[in-house]
């Protein structure tokens, strides 16, 4: 039996999920979350299916060594290709991030017309449309990929010519879609989203809801602790720093991704 008081693990293949463990923070501000972030084997999106499921297994175990109460995986690639096989081996409960955004995109959606931004591994998945099948009969995806927004994000170039430019190219056929809903699938690009949400307005119309599944999941996580007796319910929460590689300019990406300092990281070896 788990324990209030443990820590919620969140990992993702790189810094993106630090927008999740944002998230959770205002929506959970006593929880202690431990996130690990694979920045050595980052990006996911552009590997096959057996190689994510084998890398979130890895990340999953590592977190499940320090005693964590819920696993939640902060990764659109993740989330798409690998939940079932993690439930399946893991003792422990796994939320993802792609049913919570589908359900926003679901309510949100006056036309039954749902565009998704993500990595080609999201789109190739399949994942929101089979998520949004089982929540309506009469919506419908229409995926589109955006790769070029994730090192984007990473370099911090979130405003500008550059980023109108290649978000303007990804709109496009979402515009000619007649799409009146679209996903963020990537926790890389709520960084973007002031950008996306202008060339989405320009591009569509005014009327159109742009969905952050990062805010989405942070709900779900808490209903879910909540509802089992699992939500910590006094004093301050804490973020610990894991990662598989410390890149460059490491410190100014993860407060960028966080809104918050980072101080202390521990590099660990899957």
Not at 50 to 75: E, I, P, Q, S
Not at 168 to 192: F, I, K, M, N, Q
Request: proline share 6%; with cysteine.
């Amino acid at each position: 039996m788990m324990a209030a008081d443990a820590p919620l693990g969140v990992f993702d293949s790189g810094l993106g999920g630090l927008t999740v463990v944002r998230a959770l923070r205002e929506a959970l501000p006593a929880e202690r979350i431990v996130y690990l972030g694979d920045t050595a084997r980052v990006p996911y999106g552009t590997k096959g299916a057996g190689t994510v499921v084998k890398y979130a297994l890895a990340c999953a175990r590592h977190l499940m060594a320090r005693d964590v109460k819920a696993l939640v995986v902060a990764c659109n690639t993740v989330s798409a290709v690998a939940p079932d096989r993690l439930r399946a081996d893991l003792d422990l409960p796994v939320l993802g991030v792609i049913e919570p955004g589908a359900r926003a995109a679901v309510a949100a959606t006056r036309s039954g017309r749902i565009g998704v931004l993500a990595t080609a591994g999201t789109i190739a998945s399949g994942a929101y449309p089979r998520a949004v099948a089982q929540l309506s009969t009469r919506a419908e995806v229409v995926g589109q990929p955006a790769p070029m927004l994730v090192p984007l994000a990473e370099e911090g170039w979130t405003e500008g010519e550059v980023p109108r430019l290649v978000v303007r190219r990804y709109v496009e056929p979402l515009a000619s879609a007649g799409v009146d809903v679209v996903v963020l699938g990537c926790t890389h690009y709520p960084l973007l989203r002031e950008v996306i949400e202008a060339e989405v307005r320009a591009g569509i119309g005014p009327q159109v809801a742009v969905v952050d599944s990062a805010r989405a999941t942070a709900a779900d996580v808490r209903t879910f602790l909540e509802t089992r007796g699992l939500a910590r319910s006094g004093g301050d929460g804490d973020v610990k720093l894991l990662v598989t590689d410390v890149p460059r300019a490491f410190r100014e990406m993860a407060t960028r991704f966080l809104g918050d300092a980072v101080t202390d990281v521990e590099q660990v070896d899957l």
